[in-house]
């Protein structure tokens, strides 16, 4: 597949769970993975989805913008940057996001969330 769809798929999966089910986002994380959150480090899966489960608001629904993406070093990573809005149910007024994922390889052919930073863009 190549890195244009690979990432378009990923991005597409990511925010339909992330709207629909958060906590079952676990299984794109590993141990090893790290979330900046607004300036927040958060690692390891379970610490991250602890995170995403308890943001301050049950629905959302992200439309993307853009995807960007470029492959990321000899093991095959890639890094995706993604902009779009994000509403929150009962808010008049999407809010602006940007959110840049660096995907790795696991040995059995899928991809995992490596990096993860996260930011609201205020005008």
């Given at each position: 597949?190549?890195p244009?769809?690979l990432?378009?798929?990923?991005?597409?999966?990511?925010?339909?769970?992330?709207?629909?089910?958060?906590?079952?986002?676990?299984?794109l994380?590993?141990?090893?993975?790290m979330?900046?959150?607004e300036?927040?480090?958060i690692?390891?899966?379970?610490?991250?989805?602890?995170?995403?489960?308890s943001?301050?608001?049950?629905q959302c629904?992200h439309s993307?913008?853009?995807?960007?993406?470029?492959?990321?070093?000899?093991?095959?990573?890639?890094?995706?940057?993604?902009s779009g809005?994000?509403?929150?149910?009962?808010e008049q007024?999407?809010?602006?996001?940007?959110?840049?994922?660096?995907?790795?390889?696991?040995?059995?052919g899928?991809?995992?969330v490596?990096?993860?930073?996260?930011?609201?863009?205020?005008?």
């Open positions: 597949m190549d244009d769809a990432s378009k798929a990923f991005v597409e999966h990511y925010y339909t769970t992330f709207d629909t089910n958060r906590a079952g986002l676990a299984n994380y590993q141990e090893t993975s979330l900046t959150f300036g927040q480090k690692q390891g899966s379970q610490n991250i989805v602890n995170k995403l489960t943001l301050p608001f049950q629904k993307i913008t853009t995807v960007d993406c470029q492959p990321s070093g000899p093991a095959g990573g890639m890094l995706v940057f993604v809005n994000l509403q929150l149910a009962g007024h999407a809010l602006k996001f940007s959110q840049m994922f660096h995907l790795m390889p696991t040995p059995q899928s991809f995992y490596y990096n993860d930073i996260f930011r609201l863009n205020y005008a």
